[in-house]
């Protein structure tokens, strides 16, 4: 029998083809980067992290040089020793975190690196996906709106994102996130291919129809490499019972896949967090303005507060309500300086209902930290990271909390975690870019601003006039194309002169990669003539404006916002 051959270092690991393994306690999926523990925990690798731990896998126990490591995971790009160094690191705090010692990081002095079995041997050496299918796995995609008005797509969406998150909890099922399932949303698809495209076994397709007070949902599970179908059903029920037809539909996909549900797993999905439908409809409502409320749209804010508030009106201990008013009284007062509790009341509300809600914990965090209880704030975002290592609030407050103390390199972790996830905000690879030019990082600093192009042209292309989109000019010019950015620059004013986000992200990008200061003092001037406390809070610890802190321009634009402040009665800043 032939020994185990070496790993090809001449071709780059791509992790989207790479099979699950099974690792002592762990359960390793690659082409999500996702790390899931037999106690329940998850956590979520860096891209050049998962590379290096497959590429260890699949040398089978081969010593492996830092030359070979690098040739495979970091191909044509100059690194500094210390790159390598973080992420045996990394590896080594996941394998420590382990208890039962899944394996082990050997370094073997001048020689390199391999990976050894603790207590428990690998299961299983990733090979190409081609090889191998992934287990039981889904995407669910967004269920039609089949409703006679078109505004009801709310409810087919809530609809859609209750039963992925119902699916999420069967700890034997991979769910693809809801966020990339949604980018097929009123496209024509081929299931099957994209079953071959996300690699999951299979694919859940439906309708819902609303009427009155009653609901019709169909849904399909088809297998993905056959393009058959494993189940059909449709339902007609009083729309009173939409929480308990959510959960049979789970429960019976779950059955069709031929999976076991744990008793903790079928009460989770069987809970539900309120019995008011018309509480429920708004909190959905509410839902669909999430992602332009957090890029500051004050639109979008001000109608997730009216919905929430009146669905907690409507069920007091409705705590997902609670949780998405707190959060968007704390943007609203984060960006335009009400309301005056910041949403503080609602949150701590929120937690006081639902103690596993991560994203209340992270947000509970920024309002600790703006108290200046540092320690009790990072100790909530520990709290929520443990509670889904995956959640987005959770690691882009924590990059947060660090890049206000100054602690880049921790910033540049979770930003970086936060970017790679499917729910990121537009403004994560900025920051993310930022973090890296404060550590004089410029491989990270060009990655970042390759995602944020990436996105920004992305984002554009679907709607024009995207402020936090045009904001990102500062990669534009990370990646030569300086025209570009003076271009978007003037673009974006003529569109949307008053944002303060904006002018603030332009500013920067002026002072930190175009060296023109006079540019970002006119861009700046403006905004802050209208910069609440918790703005000027930033401007105190942002490293982009260091360059410019000395001119007395901006010195004078400085005491003319707190002086503003103080007339008012408002909050002085925490400097």
Request: glycine share 6%.
């Amino acid at each position: 029998m032939a020994g185990p051959q070496p790993v090809a270092t001449s071709e780059r690991i791509s992790l989207a083809r790479e099979q699950p393994v099974r690792l002592g306690a762990l359960n390793i999926d690659p082409a999500s980067r996702r790390v899931a523990h037999d106690d329940g925990r998850e956590e979520f690798l860096e891209p050049r992290v998962m590379q290096v731990l497959v590429t260890l896998l699949r040398a089978e126990g081969r010593i492996l040089s830092r030359d070979e490591l690098l040739e495979t995971c970091w191909p044509g790009v100059l690194v500094g020793e210390d790159a390598l160094n973080r992420v045996m690191g990394r590896l080594r705090r996941l394998a420590g975190g382990i208890g039962d010692g899944a394996f082990r990081i050997e370094t073997v002095t001048k020689v390199g690196y391999r990976l050894a079995p603790g207590d428990h041997a690998p299961a299983a050496i990733p090979r190409p996906a081609s090889e191998a299918v992934r287990g039981p796995s889904i995407c669910v995609l967004p269920f039609d709106n089949m409703s006679d008005d078109p505004q009801q797509a709310y409810f087919s969406d809530g609809v859609t994102e209750d039963i992925t998150t119902d699916l999420s909890k069967v700890s034997a099922l991979f769910v693809v996130a809801r966020n990339t399932a949604f980018t097929y949303r009123g496209k024509s698809f081929d299931v099957a291919k994209v079953a071959a495209d996300l690699n999951v076994s299979h694919v859940l397709e439906g309708s819902v129809r609303k009427a009155d007070s009653r609901v019709r949902i169909t849904a399909q599970l088809i297998d993905g490499a056959t393009g058959g179908h494993v189940w059909a059903e449709r339902y007609d029920r009083d729309l009173k019972d939409i929480f308990a037809l959510q959960a049979e539909i789970s429960e019976a996909i779950a059955d069709a896949l031929t999976l076991k549900l744990l008793p903790g797993e079928k009460q989770a999905i069987e809970q539900w967090d309120t019995a008011d439908i018309e509480a429920y409809s708004l909190f959905l409502m509410a839902r669909q303005y999430y992602e332009a409320a957090r890029e500051g749209d004050q639109r979008a804010l001000e109608a997730i507060e009216r919905l929430c508030q009146r669905a907690t009106e409507l069920d007091p201990a409705y705590a997902r309500a609670w949780t998405l008013l707190g959060i968007a009284q704390t943007w609203r007062h984060s960006e335009y300086g009400l309301p005056l509790d910041g949403g503080m009341a609602a949150i701590d509300r929120a937690l006081a209902l639902d103690d596993s809600s991560a994203d209340a914990h992270a947000f509970r965090a920024r309002h600790l930290w703006k108290r200046e209880r540092n320690a009790e704030a990072f100790a909530e975002l520990d709290r929520a990271l443990a509670l889904n290592p995956a959640c987005w609030s959770a690691n882009a407050e924590t990059g947060r909390l660090h890049y206000t103390l100054h602690q880049f390199e921790q910033a540049a972790r979770f930003y970086d975690k936060a970017t790679s996830l499917p729910d990121s905000a537009k403004g994560d690879a900025g920051m993310l870019m930022s973090s890296y030019r404060a550590l004089g990082d410029e491989d990270g600093m060009r990655r970042a601003a390759e995602i944020t192009v990436k996105r920004t042209e992305e984002a554009l292309a679907s709607n024009h006039v995207n402020g936090a989109a045009m904001g990102c000019v500062a990669a534009y010019v990370v990646l030569e194309q300086e025209a570009k950015a003076r271009d978007l620059i003037r673009r974006a004013l003529l569109i949307d002169p008053d944002s303060i986000r904006m002018r603030f992200n332009f500013a920067c990008g002026a002072i930190n990669y175009m060296s023109d200061f006079e540019l970002a003092l006119d861009l700046l001037e403006p905004a802050f003539a209208r910069m609440t406390s918790d703005w000027l809070e930033h401007v105190a610890i942002d490293p982009d404006l260091d360059p410019v802190r000395a001119d007395p321009r901006f010195g004078a634009m400085l005491d003319a916002a707190q002086a503003r402040l103080a007339g008012a009665g408002e909050p002085l800043p925490r400097v």
